[in-house]
């Protein structure tokens, strides 16, 4: 469709075509498929295969033009929790849409008309659906990877070639396919400091139900050093798991002591103190617990008859087995929050003062786990202390004023985009001004085991 057409036009001739989509897939689930033969049923699938890539399409051109919307002032604080609560898919997903429209979109420019996609080849496969979301990850990762010594005009053929590929065969191939011609750009495997730079990255992935949490990705060659140094370290009977040192018979295998390695060296480097401070804080492992937990965890080492608590929470919301938290407290390398008490050095602070103490932040890791927005899952580690009263209001530098907030949503409350009040239980709870006032459970799962604690209106 070429001409000028202004928004509201555009507006309603796209709900208009989204309705007889809506419409048409409604009577598509009315139809049987129970008679119509497999022959027919394979051309089914190609053609809804093929509309589900060009709906990948369009949703990227949505999320590219939210991202940096040609028709607004600027970006709106707020679109992203809009996207969250309508779309129900995670803020990381969000972010990786973005990024990845931002890449097969035109970019805009501060004048003229806007310049072509970094993935021109890509961003025309993908806008015709001939690709699907396996092939677009496939030619990112192998475009992504080719050494910074290919010329631009050598990266345009290696793309149209893996996108000319991916039109005709499944990813698998595409993948093969992308390794030959790495081969042939690069047969000597010719890297320099910005390939190793751009390819470097550790994923920490999430915890799972028996504590053990997946880790992986690429390490430079300055770091493939350290890990062999303390890898060899623990050598074979030395810095057992329990964390004795003695000639004994070690049964780990080269793995199990690579892991005990990497663990000695980060124990060590913590409690050297040479990190320096984290948010107010010096660098080192913030646990929280009950007073009660405590004393029955350390009975509970002794005492088979006992049994162990739940494990205690981190800073980052990390679950620690109390027999681990026990351990670590020997050594003296962490901040134990305990709910029942705390010391008798200072916390409130009045308008003496507007950064927190390290005393405060702590009781912000012990009541608060983690950012208090309603649903976010950022911990605490992650997270910035904001007065409640603002600062600038006359609020004061209390511990039971003191919240956190992980710095994007700390800003929207600086910006007026979100209000927050402390309730009559300590907590901070949030509104936009849509809807009353909530706290976020998401770091207390014991709340939300008693029960739905916000459940929906009636008739809703």
């Known amino acids: 469709m070429g001409g000028f057409i202004t928004g509201q036009a555009a507006r309603e ?58 028709d607004e002032a600027g970006y709106v604080a707020t679109t992203r929790d809009a996207l969250w609560a309508r779309l129900r898919i995670p803020p990381n997903e969000i972010k990786h849409r973005m990024k990845v429209a931002a ?96 390819r470097r990255g550790m994923t920490l992935g999430q ?19 350290y890990v062999e140094t303390v890898t060899a370290a623990v050598r074979p009977g030395r810095h057992l798991p329990d964390g004795t040192v003695q000639e004994t018979p ?64 981190t800073g980052g919301n990390t679950a620690l087995p109390m027999r681990d938290l026990i351990r670590m407290a020997a050594d003296a390398i962490h901040y134990l929050a305990v709910f029942a008490d705390h010391s008798d050095r200072p916390l409130y602070l009045g308008r003496q003062k507007r950064i927190a103490t390290a005393d405060q932040r702590i009781i912000c890791y012990a009541r608060d786990g983690g950012c208090t927005r309603p649903d976010c899952v950022e911990p605490g580690y992650h997270s910035e202390v904001h007065h409640s009263p603002e600062w600038a ?31 009559d239980t300590g907590r901070l709870a949030w509104t936009d001004g849509t809807a009353p006032a909530q706290i976020n459970r998401v770091h207390h799962p014991d709340e939300l085991l008693r029960g739905d604690p916000d459940p929906p209106d009636d008739g809703a």
């Open 207 to 225: 915890q799972g139900r028996d504590g053990m949490s997946r880790f992986n990705g690429w390490i430079d060659p300055e770091t493939r050093c």
């Open 103 to 198: 890449r097969i979109r035109p970019r805009r420019q501060l004048s003229g008309p806007p310049s072509e996609p970094d993935l021109p080849a890509v961003a025309s496969a993908v806008k015709a659906g001939a690709i699907g979301q396996d092939h677009l990850k496939a030619i990112v990762s192998a475009m992504d990877k080719l050494p910074s010594c290919v010329s631009v005009a050598e990266r345009s053929d290696v793309e149209r070639s893996l996108v000319r590929e991916a039109r005709k065969s499944d990813v698998d191939i595409v993948k093969n396919v992308a390794r030959l011609i790495d081969e042939i750009f690069n047969p000597d495997g010719d890297y320099d400091e910005k390939d190793r730079e751009r």
């Open 13 to 70: 001739q796209i709900a208009a075509l989204l309705d007889r989509i809506d419409a048409a897939y409604a009577e598509l689930r009315e139809v049987s498929s129970a008679e119509v033969g497999s022959v027919f049923r394979v051309q089914m699938a190609e053609r809804l295969e093929n509309q589900e890539r060009t709906n990948r399409g369009l949703m990227y051109r949505v999320f590219g033009e939210i991202a940096d919307p040609p």
């Open 250 to 313: 070690d049964e780990r295998s080269p793995a199990q002591r690579c892991h005990d390695g990497l663990k000695l060296g980060l124990k060590a480097g913590i409690a050297s103190g040479g990190m320096g401070q984290h948010r107010g804080c010096a660098v080192t492992v913030i646990a929280r617990t009950t007073l009660a937990e405590l004393n029955q965890a350390a009975h509970a080492v002794t005492d088979p008859n006992v049994a162990m608590p739940p494990p205690a929470r």
């Open 393 to 423: 209001a006359g609020g004061a530098t209390d511990a039971d004023m003191l919240h956190f907030a992980c710095g994007p949503d700390h800003k929207l409350v600086t910006d007026g985009h979100w209000q927050t009040e402390v309730t």
